[in-house]
């Protein structure tokens, strides 16, 4: 029974042991032809120009390992994609702090190691560690001033503001260090009284060996004047550069012809023994204030390595948010998709159509599981920027060259021949801006498994899927895909190729074995979240047994394959396959048949036509060479050519109706939002009316108050001082409470007029007559007095006269007179 157990539990292990090694050969398998197709995709040139926008060099290395990994989960694809659209944000709000290139990070990790091994950090080392310090306290200061002037921004800098918030800068260290170490970083005379003692020492006795050299050269300058002062390993010595001997005696170190000779005066050798004493001790005092130095900074060791680990992967970050600006990245909609099928029911309702209270946006992130919109390939964009930017520094070059050339006379002979090379240098400015990189769409349906494109060699069917394959590697590494807004696109565990041929001669294989076993390793690692992409299947060998092999691949790859599998063909058989199989889609590459060059665009839908024949009768190959091919290309296949004709007419339609209807929709808005401005203009201008308006009649109001009661207090006074009697009769107030009644409707009269006039001004027909200016001492009506009044005063500057109306003078405006 023993044995047998023994057995038993033997064999379990062995059992479990191979599991082990064939899942992990499986894996190490898989991730080596992952590798090859990124490689084929070249990956490798998005990554070095991503770490291009890195300012350590650590983070450059950190950037190409993190954007190589190749087994990063759903998770980690969002949180690096949320890192990148925090960094962008910071970007995009001005934030000058996330300039990483003035840390020198390979002085602060050497300062870190040596503080580790207990070994003394140098000047520079802790410098170094300073310039970190100081940089983070710095960021952690601009994004709290940020958040500080608006709250929002909290948010949308996370998770940055968490790592930025969480820095610790060690100020007490950075007190520490500056107070021993210069900028340069070198020891300060401060840092130490031994130190400065022995500095000093050196310093004299450098004085005294300067004064002795000199005073040997001068008495030595008579007879030779090759002499000079030199040092050798820290000693003075004279260097004579003839071979003419000296008077001086001392100890000849080096000789030769051509070359003269050192030598150290005997009245020198003392001096450079103390000196070089001296020097040996200022070394081990500034040894031990670095130790000092030392011992304070492996307190905060641990913390300096957080945060020399953060500030790299805060570089990593921000790399990948430049790229994504400096090229116009979108930000993707990454979709985790396990079974397309669950997606599918969202997109009508029970009677099959599209719920109309569905806006667009919602409409197309249920309808597509891919939408890639205006979608540049990476690499043909950066090369396109490069060579523009070229093209223009030239030109800016070639420019100031011709102004410093007009600065000099003797080079107006060559202005013509610089006008010329301007001239070319502009054209070729020009010719690459219009010459941007033509970009595709992708719009791949949930139901869609398999795609098929179709179309013509250098159509631009290999760069599509180039382009589809490294957008999906870019939003799952946490860049922005290089398209248009909106962008969504599922997230594929793994993403293989099998692009251009592959040949091995000491392996006897042909291009066509080559593509064979390349598929045959994509179909086993492959799972339902993969990405499949296949050029040219079923190619390199006869078309029939090619097409039927191509279209049972592509069979297989639908049925229980990857997640999507997009193929480019030649063989006219495998579009049938949409018609037997809902999973499969048609596209093709547009090809302009009038000019006979393709468009490189891609028509969804639509199966690609065969145009040999039409292109070779438009090149003017004979007509009965013409006739006899498409006699035996046969009659079938020429109506299947008109059906697609006429698909692409109805596709053309109705992209031109969308095109239409988008181009309605965008003038009604604008014409919806003029008429909102043209109110909000009305409405301001009413109040802005009443309030002039009120503000006149308060004028008004306030100065006919004043003169009510300066012409009461003048009756007052004439009353009281009237000689007979202080005491008023019942006449006498009858008087004034009329004159009171009287001043009140003149007031009130006023006030009535005041808005009559205004509303006059509104009025057209309210416009007043044009009233000639009196003169001092004439007598004018004015209306609203209802008498003849003297004037006293004319501004005609102004508009304005000063009149006498009884005993009161009063200011009026010219409009308020009468002829």
Same mark, same amino acid.
């Given at each position: 029974?023993?044995?047998?157990?023994?057995?038993?539990?033997?064999?379990?292990?062995?059992?479990?042991?191979?599991?082990?090694?064939?899942?992990?050969?499986?894996?190490?398998?898989?991730?080596?032809?992952?590798?090859?197709?990124?490689?084929?995709?070249?990956?490798?040139?998005?990554?070095?120009?991503?770490?291009?926008?890195?300012?350590?060099?650590?983070?450059?290395?950190?950037?190409?390992?993190?954007?190589?990994?190749?087994?990063?989960?759903?998770?980690?694809?969002?949180?690096? *994609?949320?890192?990148?659209?925090?960094?962008?944000?910071?970007?995009?709000?001005? &934030?000058?702090?996330?300039?990483?290139?003035?840390?020198?990070?390979?002085?602060?990790?050497?300062?870190?190691?040596?503080?580790?091994?207990?070994?003394?950090?140098?000047?520079?080392?802790?410098?170094?560690?300073?310039?970190?310090?100081?940089?983070?306290?710095?960021?952690?200061?601009?994004?709290?001033?940020?958040?500080?002037?608006?709250?929002?921004?909290?948010?949308?800098?996370?998770?940055?503001?968490?790592?930025?918030?969480?820095?610790?800068?060690?100020?007490?260290?950075?007190?520490?260090?500056?107070?021993?170490?210069?900028?340069?970083?070198?020891?300060?005379?401060?840092?130490?009284?031994?130190?400065?003692?022995?500095?000093?020492?050196?310093?004299?006795?450098?004085?005294?060996?300067?004064?002795?050299?000199?005073?040997?050269?001068?008495?030595?300058?008579?007879?030779?004047?090759?002499?000079?002062?030199?040092?050798?390993?820290?000693?003075?010595?004279?260097? &004579?550069?003839?071979?003419?001997?000296?008077?001086?005696?001392?100890?000849?170190?080096?000789?030769?012809?051509?070359?003269?000779?050192?030598?150290?005066?005997?009245?020198?050798?003392?001096?450079?023994?103390?000196?070089?004493?001296?020097?040996?001790?200022?070394?081990?005092?500034?040894?031990?204030?670095? *130790?000092?130095?030392?011992?304070?900074?492996?307190?905060?060791?641990?913390?300096?390595?957080?945060?020399?680990?953060?500030?790299?992967?805060?570089?990593?970050?921000?790399?990948?948010?430049?790229?994504?600006?400096?090229?116009?990245?979108?930000?993707?909609?990454?979709?985790?998709?396990?079974?397309?099928?669950?997606?599918?029911?969202?997109?009508?309702?029970?009677?099959?159509?599209?719920?109309?209270?569905?806006?667009?946006?919602?409409?197309?992130?249920?309808?597509?599981?891919?939408?890639?919109?205006?979608?540049?390939?990476?690499?043909?964009?950066?090369?396109?920027?490069?060579?523009?930017?070229?093209?223009?520094?030239?030109?800016?070059?070639?420019?100031?060259?011709?102004?410093?050339?007009?600065?000099?006379?003797?080079?107006?002979?060559?202005?013509?021949?610089?006008?010329?090379?301007?001239?070319?240098?502009?054209?070729?400015?020009?010719?690459?801006?219009?010459?941007?990189?033509?970009?595709?769409?992708?719009?791949?349906?949930?139901?869609?498994?398999?795609?098929?494109?179709?179309?013509?060699?250098?159509?631009?069917?290999?760069?599509?899927?180039?382009?589809?394959?490294?957008?999906?590697?870019?939003?799952?590494?946490?860049?922005?895909?290089?398209?248009?807004?909106?962008?969504?696109?599922?997230?594929?565990?793994?993403?293989?190729?099998?692009?251009?041929?592959?040949?091995?001669?000491?392996?006897?294989?042909?291009?066509?074995?080559?593509?064979?076993?390349?598929?045959?390793?994509?179909?086993?690692?492959?799972?339902?979240?993969? *990405?499949?992409?296949?050029?040219?299947?079923?190619?390199?060998?006869?078309?029939?047994?090619?097409?039927?092999?191509?279209?049972?691949?592509?069979?297989?790859?639908?049925?229980?394959?990857?997640?999507?599998?997009?193929?480019?063909?030649?063989?006219?058989?495998?579009?049938?396959?949409?018609?037997?199989?809902?999973?499969?889609?048609?596209?093709?590459?547009?090809?302009?048949?009038?000019?006979?060059?393709?468009?490189?665009?891609?028509?969804?839908?639509?199966?690609?036509?065969?145009?040999?024949?039409?292109?070779?009768?438009?090149?003017?190959?004979?007509?009965?060479?013409?006739?006899?091919?498409?006699?035996?290309?046969?009659?079938?296949?020429?109506?299947?050519?008109?059906?697609?004709?006429?698909?692409?007419?109805?596709?053309?339609?109705?992209?031109?109706?969308?095109?239409?209807?988008?181009?309605?929709?965008?003038?009604?808005?604008?014409?919806?939002?003029?008429?909102?401005?043209?109110?909000?203009?009305?409405?301001?201008?009413?109040?802005?009316?009443?309030?002039?308006?009120?503000?006149?009649?308060?004028?008004?109001?306030?100065?006919?108050?004043?003169?009510?009661?300066?012409?009461?207090?003048?009756?007052?006074?004439?009353?009281?001082?009237?000689?007979?009697?202080?005491?008023?009769?019942?006449?006498?107030?009858?008087?004034?409470?009329?004159?009171?009644?009287?001043?009140?409707?003149?007031?009130?009269?006023?006030?009535?007029?005041?808005?009559?006039?205004?509303?006059?001004?509104?009025?057209?027909?309210?416009?007043?007559?044009?009233?000639?200016?009196?003169?001092?001492?004439?007598?004018?009506?004015?209306?609203?007095?209802?008498?003849?009044?003297?004037?006293?005063?004319?501004?005609?500057?102004?508009?304005?006269?000063?009149?006498?109306?009884?005993?009161?003078?009063?200011? *009026?405006?010219?409009?308020?007179?009468?002829?």
């Amino acid at each position: 029974l023993s044995t047998t157990l023994k057995l038993t539990t033997s064999s379990s292990v062995l059992y479990y042991s191979s599991n082990v090694s064939s899942s992990s050969s499986s894996s190490q398998k898989s991730s080596v032809v992952a590798e090859t197709s990124l490689r084929i995709l070249e990956w490798d040139k998005i990554c070095d120009c991503v770490a291009s926008f890195a300012g350590t060099f650590l983070g450059q290395q950190a950037i190409k390992q993190q954007l190589w990994k190749l087994n990063k989960t759903y998770d980690e694809s969002n949180t690096l *994609l949320a890192q990148t659209s925090a960094a962008v944000q910071m970007l995009n709000y001005g &934030s000058s702090a996330l300039d990483f290139t003035a840390i020198d990070v390979l002085l602060v990790r050497s300062a870190i190691q040596h503080a580790s091994r207990g070994l003394p950090v140098e000047g520079k080392q802790a410098m170094a560690v300073v310039y970190l310090l100081l940089f983070s306290q710095t960021l952690q200061s601009n994004v709290k001033a940020a958040c500080k002037q608006d709250s929002d921004w909290y948010n949308r800098f996370m998770p940055l503001t968490k790592m930025v918030m969480e820095l610790v800068t060690y100020q007490p260290l950075v007190k520490s260090i500056r107070q021993v170490i210069d900028d340069d970083g070198s020891v300060k005379d401060s840092a130490s009284s031994k130190l400065k003692q022995f500095r000093d020492q050196v310093r004299t006795l450098e004085g005294k060996l300067f004064q002795l050299m000199d005073s040997l050269v001068r008495k030595e300058s008579d007879k030779t004047s090759s002499l000079e002062v030199s040092t050798i390993d820290g000693r003075w010595c004279i260097k &004579s550069w003839s071979d003419q001997l000296t008077t001086v005696s001392g100890l000849l170190l080096s000789s030769g012809s051509g070359v003269g000779c050192l030598m150290e005066p005997l009245s020198a050798v003392p001096l450079n023994d103390e000196l070089q004493q001296a020097r040996a001790s200022v070394a081990m005092a500034e040894k031990d204030v670095l *130790l000092r130095l030392t011992e304070k900074m492996r307190a905060d060791l641990d913390g300096i390595h957080d945060l020399l680990d953060t500030i790299i992967q805060l570089d990593v970050i921000t790399a990948r948010a430049k790229y994504s600006l400096s090229f116009g990245g979108s930000f993707p909609d990454l979709l985790l998709t396990e079974d397309k099928d669950a997606h599918i029911g969202d997109e009508y309702d029970a009677s099959g159509k599209r719920t109309l209270n569905d806006d667009l946006s919602t409409f197309n992130k249920r309808k597509w599981i891919l939408y890639l919109p205006k979608a540049y390939h990476p690499i043909l964009l950066q090369q396109h920027q490069q060579n523009l930017e070229k093209a223009r520094e030239n030109l800016k070059k070639a420019i100031a060259d011709i102004q410093r050339r007009k600065l000099q006379p003797e080079n107006v002979m060559l202005e013509g021949k610089a006008g010329v090379n301007i001239e070319s240098l502009e054209m070729e400015v020009t010719k690459l801006e219009q010459a941007r990189p033509v970009p595709v769409d992708f719009f791949i349906g949930t139901k869609t498994k398999v795609l098929i494109i179709t179309g013509p060699n250098t159509g631009g069917k290999t760069i599509s899927l180039k382009t589809l394959g490294l957008a999906a590697m870019m939003a799952k590494s946490g860049l922005y895909v290089l398209s248009s807004e909106p962008v969504r696109i599922p997230w594929f565990d793994s993403i293989f190729t099998d692009i251009g041929d592959e040949q091995s001669l000491s392996q006897s294989l042909s291009t066509f074995s080559g593509h064979l076993r390349r598929i045959s390793a994509i179909r086993a690692h492959s799972t339902s979240q993969s *990405l499949v992409l296949l050029d040219e299947v079923g190619a390199g060998t006869n078309p029939l047994e090619g097409a039927a092999l191509g279209m049972s691949l592509l069979e297989s790859f639908s049925d229980a394959g990857a997640l999507l599998t997009i193929a480019t063909t030649h063989h006219g058989e495998l579009k049938t396959l949409k018609y037997s199989n809902d999973t499969i889609e048609n596209a093709c590459m547009e090809f302009d048949e009038v000019n006979l060059r393709p468009t490189y665009k891609i028509l969804w839908g639509i199966p690609g036509r065969s145009n040999a024949i039409n292109i070779s009768e438009r090149l003017g190959l004979p007509d009965i060479v013409v006739n006899n091919a498409r006699e035996l290309y046969g009659t079938a296949s020429a109506e299947i050519n008109e059906v697609i004709m006429e698909m692409e007419r109805c596709k053309q339609e109705y992209q031109e109706h969308v095109h239409e209807a988008h181009h309605y929709l965008a003038h009604s808005r604008e014409l919806h939002e003029k008429l909102l401005a043209a109110k909000e203009k009305i409405i301001e201008h009413r109040f802005s009316l009443k309030y002039r308006m009120m503000k006149e009649i308060s004028e008004v109001s306030t100065i006919a108050r004043s003169t009510l009661h300066k012409r009461l207090q003048q009756l007052r006074a004439s009353i009281s001082h009237s000689p007979q009697g202080t005491q008023m009769t019942n006449s006498q107030k009858n008087i004034i409470d009329n004159k009171q009644h009287n001043i009140a409707e003149e007031v009130s009269h006023t006030n009535d007029l005041s808005v009559e006039k205004e509303q006059q001004k509104k009025s057209p027909s309210g416009m007043l007559r044009k009233v000639p200016i009196p003169n001092i001492g004439d007598m004018v009506y004015v209306a609203s007095l209802g008498k003849k009044v003297t004037v006293l005063k004319v501004e005609a500057s102004q508009e304005e006269i000063v009149v006498q109306a009884s005993n009161m003078k009063l200011r *009026l405006k010219l409009r308020e007179l009468e002829t």
